[in-house]
T-cell receptor, first 110, second 113 residues
Framework: GQQLNQSPQSMFIQEGEDVSMNCTSS?????WLWYKQEPGEGPVLLIA?????ELTSNGRLTAQFGITRKDSFLNISASIPSDVGIYFC??????????FGTGTRLKVLA | DTGVSQDPRHKITKRGQNVTFRCDPI?????LYWYRQTLGQGPEFLTY????????KSRLLSDRFSAERPKGSFSTLEIQRTEQGDSAMYLC???????????FGPGTRLLVL
């Protein structure tokens, strides 16, 4: 099935560092959702974005809806060990269908 | 806990058997989604319900798959004549009216032997 491109695919960072990841598509989306998933569990919603250019924060997490509506960005500031997991973006295609990204695997070194 | 629940959490079955999974969405969420996730991939959309109406089905949903939401509350996903390629995590998500915010359940992990 179709999946969005996420970058980077994986990253190791030191505790306390800031993290940036992005999601890109050739299609325009109306909504972007960012999720975190841990092994054996369902994705947990982190941030929802509804308008081009929108910048939204949730604690140490900040996400932006790209101006072109074809991309989105997620930043995590001052990473901590519990930030470990897989981060997925999801773009709304059409009215009901969501396309997920390939995921960014984050590992934090204490 | 008032989150999305799914049952069973794990299912092991032999090829050719039928399986059925259940999803209970968050109370009063009128939108319900089913996804499939294989190892190392993001979730892939299968189908969408608004109340009891199934409004969207992915081409991934072959004739062996059927989903229902008879009373607009819980939903079931049935796979008939399972194949080894059906082995995956099956995720359910629900969303309230208004701006889209999908909340996922813990998933049902299916292994077809």
């Amino acid at each position: 099935g179709q999946q969005l491109n996420q970058s980077p695919q994986s990253m190791f960072i030191q505790e306390g560092e800031d993290v940036s990841m992005n999601c890109t598509s050739s299609s325009i989306f109306n909504t972007w959702l960012w999720y975190k998933q841990e092994p054996g569990e369902g994705p947990v919603l982190l941030i929802a974005l509804y308008k081009a250019g929108e910048l939204t924060s949730n604690g140490r997490l900040t996400a932006q809806f790209g101006i072109t509506r074809k991309d989105s960005f997620l930043n995590i500031s001052a990473s901590i060990p519990s930030d470990v997991g897989i981060y997925f973006c999801a773009g709304q295609q059409g009215t009901y269908k969501y396309i997920f990204g390939t995921g960014t695997r984050l590992k934090v070194l204490a | 806990d008032t989150g999305v629940s799914q049952d069973p959490r794990h299912k092991i079955t032999k090829r050719g058997q039928n399986v059925t999974f259940r999803c209970d969405p968050i109370s009063e969420h009128n939108r319900l989604y089913w996804y499939r996730q294989t190892l190392g991939q993001g979730p892939e959309f299968l189908t969408y319900f608004q109340n009891e109406a199934q409004l969207e089905k992915s081409r991934l949903l072959s004739d062996r798959f059927s989903a229902e939401r008879p009373k607009g509350s819980f939903s079931t996903l049935e796979i008939q004549r399972t194949e080894q390629g059906d082995s995956a995590m099956y995720l359910c998500a629900s969303s309230p009216k208004g701006p889209e915010t999908q909340y996922f359940g813990p998933g049902t992990r299916l292994l077809v032997l």
